[in-house]
């Protein structure tokens, strides 16, 4: 460590050497170069005081007393000529009584061998509108003394600054604008479910009844059409459900109904409904259901309807091979993982899967169907379980999506 | 005081409790907007209720509470944009502490309803001086000793610090002993 060194700090830098070094300035040049200055007796009685600050405070006239006009605001120290002279190289302020507005800045130099003192200072002000009220212009200020210019650039930085705060203020806005816009449209969907539905199930109902043919026979081509009008229906309710619920979760309404979810069993509901389509394409389903047994304290539909819509994208993008679920409870959670042996994804693009109406397979998604809402209506309900998802996948290898649910889930068998 | 110091307050507790305690330690002194501003001003008050409640929910005493934040100023600042302005007061230990007071007062140019106290120093040797502390609130002199070890630290130089006497005698202001480098290794 370096030694440490005392400063010597009271010192001046250099000594003038005698009048010589002096600039040897006449009074006038003195007046014009300190017009704010004052000269101090050991009774601190004004002996003389620059000519501005004489015009700004007419009332103070030498040889006035300095304490009658002038209060130390810094530093902290007895009013006496002794402590004055002995503060060098020490930043004054000193307030004027008559003007309380009017702060000077400044030093103490000794004069004339100990017997005056003098101040040395100039007001210190931030903000150009005080100038009127101390009637002060900048003719007033000495060229050398920056404090103009000081003002002029803080001016431009308070402009700067009132923008900044105006272009904040308007973002602000609009960002309370699109928000209120944001809910006003969710509660609105939310609110439309009823009236969205109820049509629905009508046309979906009555076509059953056309395609099942209960009241006796139609001819060919009608009963294909009423085939084709109920799939239709029962696509359009999939997806009015799936607006539903995600603008439900936006909205702050979806509240989740908890009980006691039994895991294997449940799953197996979840197979069950894929099943037929994944024996059409000719793919293996299987279940891993891990320990007998376990249980979960979660929304069942909601599980449901997580596990269903992993397995029906596993089905949809898997053209051989097949179809596995894995349960596997550990320190960190409960994970349930649906991996599939199909065209998988390109990892890139992965994140951008769990936001809504997004879809990865874009020229092929004519073929595949689909409205993109699956996984982000996933993303939203496991994560109101306090669990996270993700999904993992080798292009043309396939593609594993990994739900984990909190270790607080768990009611037994983890 | 100025949020500034508030914040640092904040930033101390949340970066050595975390962010739950600071919630309560701010409910609990009633501050209901926790977003201080720097630049704006505060009643003291405000900063001893937290002071107040941050000694219960932590449980050290309001002094042990006041040094921290003394400590932790010296790196907090330097973090909140006043770095150039601590290497600008000096760079040892004893410039710095002689700048001390011109750079309160140049800080007050810019906060100009600020308060700030007042430092003084006398009998420099080269192992010790003596440090004048001249306030207008009452009980921080807890906060200017943790600041001058704070300060040991930034000029890699070891310090001992101990009131000699001070406004709970009847002093007009706090004077403390400042025993450094080799002075403050010889007492340890
Ligand atoms: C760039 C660095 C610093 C800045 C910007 C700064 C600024 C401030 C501010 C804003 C206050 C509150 C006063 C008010 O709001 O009215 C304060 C108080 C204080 N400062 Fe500093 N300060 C700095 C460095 C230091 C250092 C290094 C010390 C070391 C001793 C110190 C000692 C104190 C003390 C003891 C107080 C307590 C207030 C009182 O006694 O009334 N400061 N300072
Ligand atoms: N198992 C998977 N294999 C390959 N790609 C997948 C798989 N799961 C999802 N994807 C990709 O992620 C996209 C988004 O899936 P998501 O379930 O959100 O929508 P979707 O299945 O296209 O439509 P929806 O679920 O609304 O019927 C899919 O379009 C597909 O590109
Ligand atoms: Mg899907």
């Keep these: ?414 | 005081m100025y949020g500034l110091i508030n914040k640092a307050v904040h930033d101390l507790v949340v970066s050595k409790f975390g962010e739950d305690k600071w919630t309560e330690i701010a409910r609990k002194a009633g501050v209901t907007d926790p977003n201080f501003v720097s630049m704006a001003k505060y009643p003291d008050e405000v900063t001893y209720k937290l002071v107040g409640a941050a000694s219960e929910v932590l449980g050290a005493p309001p002094a042990a509470i006041l040094e921290a934040f003394g400590e932790y100023w010296t790196v907090y600042s330097a973090e909140a944009g006043f770095g150039h302005l601590l290497d600008f007061a000096g760079n040892n230990l004893v410039d710095f502490l002689r700048n001390l007071d011109n750079m309160h007062t140049r800080v007050q140019l810019t906060f100009p309803e600020l308060e700030p106290p007042s430092f003084k120093v006398s009998e420099v040797t080269d192992k010790s001086l003596r440090l004048h502390y001249y306030s207008k609130r009452p009980g921080l002199a807890p906060v200017a000793m943790g600041m001058i070890k704070g300060l040991g630290k930034r000029f890699n130089t070891p310090v001992s610090i101990s009131l000699d006497r001070g406004r709970d005698n009847g002093h007009d202001h706090d004077e403390f002993i400042v025993l450094y480098g080799e002075g403050a290794r010889a007492v340890a």
Aim: charged letters at 20%; a neutral charge.
């Design chain 1, 1 to 414: 460590m370096a030694k440490a060194r005392v400063p010597s700090h009271d010192e001046p830098i250099s000594r003038p050497a005698g009048p010589a070094a002096g600039l040897g300035l006449d009074a006038e040049a003195l007046g014009r170069l300190f017009p704010f200055h004052l000269v101090l007796d050991r009774q601190l009685a004004i002996r003389s005081a620059g000519a501005v600050l004489q015009r700004v405070l007419p009332a103070l006239a030498p040889p006035a007393a300095f304490s009658d006009h002038f209060t130390v605001r810094r530093p902290a120290l007895a009013l006496d000529f002794d402590t004055l002279a002995a503060h060098t190289r020490t930043i004054f302020l000193l307030a004027a009584r008559a003007a309380p507005d009017l702060i000077l800045k400044g030093e103490m130099i000794p004069l004339k061998a100990g017997a005056q003192l003098a101040f040395i200072g100039t007001p210190w002000i931030t903000d150009l509108t005080a100038l009127p009220r101390l009637r002060l212009t900048a003719s007033d200020f000495p060229v050398h003394d920056s404090v103009s210019d000081f003002l002029v650039l803080i001016q431009a930085q308070k402009t700067a600054l009132e923008d900044a705060r105006k272009l904040a203020e308007q973002l602000g806005e609009a960002r309370d604008a699109a928000l209120k816009a944001s809910r006003v449209k969710s509660e609105f969907l939310a609110n439309m479910s009823h009236e969205l539905r109820t049509p629905l199930n009508a046309i979906i109902g009555f076509s059953e009844m056309l395609s099942t043919q209960t009241l006796g026979p139609l001819p060919e081509q009608y009963h294909s059409y009423a085939d084709y009008i109920r799939s239709s229906g029962v696509m359009l309710l999939d997806l009015i459900n799936d607006l539903l619920d995600l603008s439900r979760i936006e909205a702050g309404q979806y509240s989740l109904e908890e009980s006691e979810v039994a895991v294997g069993p449940t799953l197996s509901e979840c197979l069950a409904v894929v099943t037929t389509d994944a024996q059409r394409k000719g793919l293996k389903l299987s279940l891993e259901p891990g320990p007998r047994d376990l249980r979960l304290r979660a929304d069942q539909r909601a599980i449901k309807q997580i596990v269903l819509n992993l397995l029906s994208n596993a089905v949809k993008f898997t053209e051989r091979g097949g179809i596995s679920v894995h349960v596997e409870p550990h320190r960190l959670g409960l994970d349930l993982r649906v991996v599939d042996t199909g065209i998988g994804i390109d990892p890139i693009i992965i994140p951008c899967l769990f936001e809504p109406f997004r879809q990865g397979h874009i020229g092929l998604s004519r073929k595949y169907g689909g409205s993109g809402l699956g996984l982000s209506i996933c993303r939203n309900l496991v994560e109101l379980h306090g669990g996270t998802i993700a999904l993992a996948s080798e292009p043309g290898k396939g593609t594993t999506a990994t739900v984990r649910l909190p270790p607080g889930r768990i009611i037994a068998g983890g």
